[in-house]
């Protein structure tokens, strides 16, 4: 029987949320509020001194839905993270023929957190090739099983322990590799811009996930 899983709504997700999403009955989590140092509003990339986050800035208050989260434009956030992504990527294999696609969403402005998250995760699995549907929630479940809830698996805090729930069976070039080595579970623009439309079928033959 297909495993039931729980997401939440997360900005440029890592690739063991989209291995997640593509391969189980997934739900993304609509009802919850928003919590802070997490996917839901920052994203990691590999840059040249390392692994570097990206955080969209929020206007929230305290037990704010996630839904209703606004982004903050106060400061240019799109223009400093996008900066930071081309000069992480530029040199990358797939980078050009990606790059109009990603830099439309550092022009525009969109006023929620959680539509300009869903938006992004859309296109990027179109450009991974699967059909996924998307599923949300209904309503807030105080009572969902933990093996089925992985808003807290994938998470920044989570990504260096030895008891991780996900595996790489095989590496994949990255930019720096030579000054810091490989370095799994980054954003997915990381997979997509080194292995270009090769990357759903990369993703799907090297992550692995533990009982």
């Known amino acids: ?9 997360a900005y440029l997700p890592p690739i063991e949320y989209f291995y997640s999403l593509a391969t189980y009955n997934a739900q993304i989590e609509k009802f919850e509020h928003y919590q802070k140092q997490s996917y839901r509003n920052r994203t990691i990339i590999y840059a ?20 209703d989260v606004q982004i903050d434009y106060k400061t240019d956030w799109q223009k400093n993270h996008w900066r930071s992504i081309t000069t992480a990527y ?17 022009s525009k402005k969109t006023k929620y957190l959680f539509d300009f998250n869903l938006e992004l995760i ?17 309503s807030f479940s ?14 920044p805090k989570n990504i260096q322990s030895p008891q991780y729930k996900f595996n790489f069976k095989n590496n994949y070039n990255q930019v720096f590799e030579e000054k810091f080595g490989f370095i799994p579970f980054l954003s997915i623009i990381d997979l997509i811009c080194n292995q270009g439309p090769n990357s759903g079928s990369f993703m799907f033959s090297n992550i692995s996930e533990n009982e």
């Open 142 to 155: 105080f009572q969902t099983d933990p093996t089925e809830d992985y808003r807290s698996v994938i998470h």
């Open 122 to 138: 859309i296109q990027i699995l179109k450009i991974l090739k699967w059909d996924s549907k998307l599923f949300f929630t209904s």
């Open 90 to 106: 530029n040199n990358s294999p797939f980078f050009l023929y990606y790059q109009d696609f990603f830099e439309s969403f550092f």
């Open 1 to 9: 029987m297909e495993k039931n899983l729980l997401l939440s709504i």
């Open 48 to 67: 040249p001194n390392g692994p570097q986050s990206l955080i969209i800035p929020v206007i929230r208050t305290k037990n704010t839905p996630i839904t």
